[in-house]
Structures are given as structure tokens and as C-alpha cells.
């Protein structure tokens, strides 16, 4: 079974804090995906990778930035912390390039900034 | 953008109860996924459908992609199927996929 990993369920950091959310999967994945949830809302798309060191922005890149230096690890990066990203943070992976690929997805990091 | 609108957003079923939700989508799509989001936060895929109908169980998926909608069936409803259920569609750029808001599902046993 193809596992996603996150590095942590729950974050609670503050105003101005860089916070780092690492994701790993397991089974050679090329494609790699970071969206938030919020109610209301659905799943809406920060970044995407698509190869080592490759990078697209999704829908909300705005205060994001990503890495992606080894095949089976994507971190998204708040650069400086706002309260408005407090939200449900989703790590996605799938095995091409294609979306008719499924998406595997972590159990999500669920992110409070006081 | 593509637009991707579900309805209902919420609903309340008994044990056994039967239902539908519909997800509807602005323009041509050559792939559309239904997932389930369970209590604890997993996500996990139910179908790829982008035509025509499918049955895992319980669960039966059906998309009319010439008039832009696809209905997702609950049988037999469990207390297992709580959760919020998506559909997405991929966009312009095919790389990626764009999520609805959701059904929230909650089954009362």
C-alpha cells in the first residue's frame, strides 16, 4: 500500500514564526502536491511538483514556498506566519504526471498561528 | 477557471437510508474523481469515472460528461460512510485536479 506521511497532526505556532510541514511518501512517486482545506471551501491547491526540483504554482501560492530536493519528500514553507493560514494542510502524491493518476493522500497537518 | 459546485452540502441520513449527491461542473472534462474524507481527516479515492457508470459495493458512480454532472450513490447507508465526499475535475492544466466544497455526510445509526 502506497503510505504519505506528514510530520506532524497538529502545529500551533505564532505571528512572524517560519514554519516548515514535511511530507514523504513511499512509493516512488513522481507527482507531489500540497493543498489547504478550509470549511466551506474544499481542497485548493498551494503547490505541485512534478519532479526533484521542479515546482508549479497551484491556486494559492501567495505566502507559500516549497522544496522538493528528493523524490520522496515535498516541505511547504510559511515563510513568515500569518493567522489567516491557519488551516488543514494536505500532503498528496501520485505515480505520473497525469491527473487521471490517483492521488494518495496524507492524514493532514491541522495548523493553528496565533 | 473551472468551476465544480456539489450539492447537497450537507445531509443527514438514517442507517439504511439510500442517497444521492450530485456534483456539477462548468466545462468539458475528459477525467473526474470522486474521494471521501472520513472523520479523522483521510482522504482516500472512491472512482475515476469520467463516463458512464461504476459500482465498488455499496457506492455507485455515474458522469454524464456531455451535460456536465455526476451523481455519486450511497446504499444501504453505514455509520462507516460519515465523512465529507469530494469530486474534482482537472482544469486547463492537466496536471492537476480542482475540488468541489463537498457533501458532508453524516448517517445516524
Known amino acids: 500500500d502506497v503510505k504519505v506521511t506528514q510530520s506532524s497532526r497538529y502545529l500551533v505556532k505564532r505571528t512572524g514564526e517560519k514554519v516548515f510541514l514535511e511530507c514523504v511518501q513511499d512509493?516512488?512517486?513522481?507527482?507531489m502536491f500540497w493543498y489547504r482545506q478550509d470549511p466551506g471551501l474544499g481542497l485548493r491547491l498551494i503547490y505541485f511538483?512534478?519532479?526533484?526540483?521542479?515546482?508549479e504554482k497551484g491556486d494559492i501560492p501567495e505566502g507559500y514556498s516549497v522544496s522538493r530536493e528528493k523524490k520522496e519528500r515535498f516541505s511547504l514553507i510559511l515563510e513568515s506566519a500569518s493567522t489567516n493560514q491557519t488551516s488543514m494542510y494536505l500532503c498528496?502524491?501520485?505515480?505520473?504526471?497525469?491527473?487521471?493518476?490517483?492521488?494518495?493522500f496524507g492524514p493532514g497537518t491541522r495548523l493553528t498561528v496565533l | 477557471g473551472i468551476q465544480v459546485e456539489q450539492s447537497p452540502p450537507d445531509l443527514i441520513l438514517q442507517e439504511g437510508a439510500n442517497s444521492t449527491l450530485r456534483c456539477n461542473f462548468s466545462?468539458?472534462?475528459?477525467?473526474l474523481q470522486w474521494f471521501h474524507q472520513n472523520p479523522w481527516g483521510q482522504l482516500i479515492n472512491l472512482f475515476y469515472?469520467?463516463?458512464g457508470t461504476k459500482q465498488n459495493g455499496r457506492l455507485s458512480a455515474t458522469t454524464v460528461a456531455t451535460e456536465r454532472y455526476s451523481l455519486l450513490y450511497i446504499s444501504s447507508s453505514q455509520t462507516t460512510d460519515s465523512g465529507v465526499y469530494f469530486c474534482?475535475?482537472?482544469?486547463?492544466?492537466?496536471?492537476?485536479?480542482?475540488f468541489g466544497a463537498g457533501t458532508t455526510v453524516t448517517v445516524r445509526a
Open positions: 512509493m516512488d512517486h513522481e507527482n
Open positions: 474534482a475535475v482537472p482544469p486547463t492544466e492537466q496536471r492537476k485536479l480542482s
Open positions: 466545462d468539458s472534462v475528459n477525467n
Open positions: 511538483s512534478y519532479d526533484v526540483k521542479m515546482k
Open positions: 469515472i469520467p463516463s
Open positions: 498528496a502524491s501520485s505515480m505520473t504526471a497525469v491527473a487521471r493518476d490517483t492521488q494518495y
